[in-house]
């Protein structure tokens, strides 16, 4: 069980538009703790996807776009694609001096 | 080109040992973090622990103290974990991946991952 929270599963029509949660606590992101996406296409490692909250590497397309806000933080992913199928993970830091991951969300493109 | 580059798949049996490692090339050893992460068949990603070469400053997860432990060699750029006597529980798949701070910018690089099964 994490310290933050997902939805297992969301689901979008190429071209929409989709968001995923991540709910944690006064420990890790009300706290004041940035949040880091990371995007797992299946039988790949993960990949950076948002980083400090609101910030894309270099390589990543504008379609993804992170927010945080109080306790939680968003992802979301505009233009949906066929590609943008997989697994996503928010992950922060904690006052217990870990740096958890939420529990994962698959991401399917109908 | 930065890389982090792992060790093998291991196939090991209950109570045995095993060191695995993930070698960094392209950027300064010394000043990133390496942390280690677990993925087991099917599930999601798990923060093991982490650690600073530069001066060996190890956090671990409060799920994993104990149960592994985190070194780095700097002569050689690698980061290693390890296990003193292994169990079934511990097959999974196991990842590096560095990171410019403790609890900002995120893990911007990943080794491909050691496939470990722990099997009698």
């Known amino acids: 069980q994490s310290v933050l929270t997902q939805p297992p599963s969301v689901s979008g029509a190429p071209g929409q538009r989709v968001t995923i949660s991540c709910t944690g606590s006064?420990?890790?992101?009300?706290?004041?703790?940035?949040v880091h996406w990371y995007q797992q296409l299946p039988g790949t490692a993960p990949k950076l996807l948002i980083y400090d909250s609101n910030n894309r590497p270099s390589g990543v397309p504008d379609r993804f776009s992170g927010s945080k806000s109080g306790t939680s933080a968003s992802l979301a992913i505009t233009g949906l694609q066929g590609e943008d199928e997989g697994d996503y993970y928010c992950?922060?830091?904690?006052?217990?001096?870990?740096?958890?991951f939420g529990g994962g969300t698959k991401l399917t493109v109908l | 080109e930065v890389q982090l580059v792992q060790s093998g798949a291991e196939v090991k049996k209950p109570g045995e040992s095993l060191k695995i490692s993930c070698k960094g090339s392209g950027y300064s050893f010394t000043n990133y973090w390496i942390a280690w992460v677990r993925q087991m068949p099917g599930k999601g990603l798990e923060w093991m622990g982490i650690i600073y070469p530069g001066d060996s400053d190890t956090r671990y997860s409060p799920s994993f103290q104990g149960q592994v432990t985190i070194s780095a060699d700097n002569s050689i750029n690698t980061a290693y974990l390890q296990w003193s006597s292994l169990k079934a529980s511990d097959t999974a798949m196991y990842y590096c991946?560095?990171?410019?701070?403790?609890?900002?910018?995120?893990?911007?690089?990943w080794g491909q991952g050691t496939l470990v099964t722990v099997s009698s």
């Open positions: 006064s420990s890790n992101i009300g706290a004041g703790y940035h």
């Open positions: 992950q922060s830091y904690d006052s217990s001096l870990s740096a958890p």
């Open positions: 991946a560095s990171a410019r701070s403790i609890s900002a910018a995120g893990y911007d690089y």
